[in-house]
């Protein structure tokens, strides 16, 4: 049994697919097939059910997979304690990001992080939270950003800043003529949320205690900002945006904006990881790397993203 033929097994038992799972792994798929024959002749039991489709694991073989992540992850961090000790933040990093974070956060943080660590090759993939969780789980993620808290047993959360919500409102609502929102002021506002699944919606539920309050006559399954900014200026109802999405807007949209008063509702924007900590030493660099250029990418700015201590 090599660490080799049970990445193999990994990659079809998460693809499905011989042919797929070779072109993710580099091999051709008889070199692939072969060592996954090979072991199961070793094991003396099949691992997959090849007469599915698409193909499946068998009762065994999903308890090996299980193991042979545990296994693998473990055989990863041999190499990770080498590049931690050299003090190298460089080769493969996989980092998942959260749709309501990643349009905004990303154009802020990308360029520099590149410039200052140009060993680092990053694979950055726009998830859901959900998603993100599983895959830091089944070790094909090595880090998130997300919106916390969460509450995952396996999973640690690093902030790195608390996001204000703003309220869109305009001139049609009776919201437009405030100087600054209280939540109470919500409940009687037809309020433009996010399709069920993005965790801005259930903040955004949550904080300003909106639910089922004002009911729309019709049905949103979007995940735009900008498509409920429109919805919004069309005299649909407001709608909510974090604080960092608000600086895309124009001149004349930015008028439209009413702050919550203090203490101001926010949402909490954090690296999060498993608790393997693999590649931790660049965890931590790009954890301090975002959070310096998010305190510097508005301190001239008015309302301030708060930084955590």
Do not use: W
Request: with cysteine; net charge neutral; glycine share 4%.
């Amino acid at each position: 049994m090599t660490i080799t033929q049970l990445k193999y097994c990994i990659a079809v038992a998460e693809h499905r697919n011989f042919t797929t799972a070779a072109q993710h792994v580099y091999v051709t798929q008889p070199t692939l097939s072969m060592q996954i024959q090979k072991l199961e002749q070793e094991l003396d039991l099949k691992i997959f059910d090849r007469a599915q489709k698409p193909i499946g694991l068998t009762a065994v073989g999903e308890k090996i997979i299980e193991q042979a992540r545990l296994i693998v992850a473990e055989s990863d961090r041999i190499q990770d304690v080498i590049q931690q000790e050299k003090g190298v933040i460089g080769g493969s990093f996989k980092l998942g990001i959260i749709p309501t974070v990643m349009s905004t956060l990303l154009p802020l943080f990308l360029q520099t992080v590149l410039k200052a660590y140009p060993k680092l090759v990053l694979k950055i993939e726009e998830m859901p939270t959900q998603q993100i969780i599983e895959n830091l789980e089944k070790g094909t993620l090595d880090a998130g950003i997300a919106a916390t808290p969460l509450d995952y047993e396996h999973i640690f959360e690093k902030p790195l800043y608390y996001e204000p919500f703003m309220v869109y409102a305009p001139t049609h609502s009776k919201l437009s003529k405030e100087k600054s929102i209280i939540a109470e002021m919500l409940k009687h506002e037809q309020v433009l949320l996010l399709q069920d699944g993005h965790c801005f919606r259930n903040s955004a539920l949550n904080i300003c205690k909106i639910k089922h309050e004002v009911p729309l006559p019709f049905e949103i399954k979007s995940g735009s900002f900008e498509t409920l900014v429109q919805l919004a200026e069309e005299g649909l109802g407001i709608t909510l945006l974090p604080y960092l999405h608000t600086r895309k807007l124009s001149d004349k949209q930015q008028l439209n904006l009413k702050s919550f008063e203090t203490p101001e509702p926010a949402r909490e924007v954090s690296m999060i990881y498993h608790q393997r900590k693999l590649k931790l030493h660049i965890i931590e660099a790009l954890h301090d790397k975002i959070r310096a250029i998010i305190r510097g990418a508005i301190v001239y700015e008015d309302i301030k993203i708060i930084s955590p201590k």
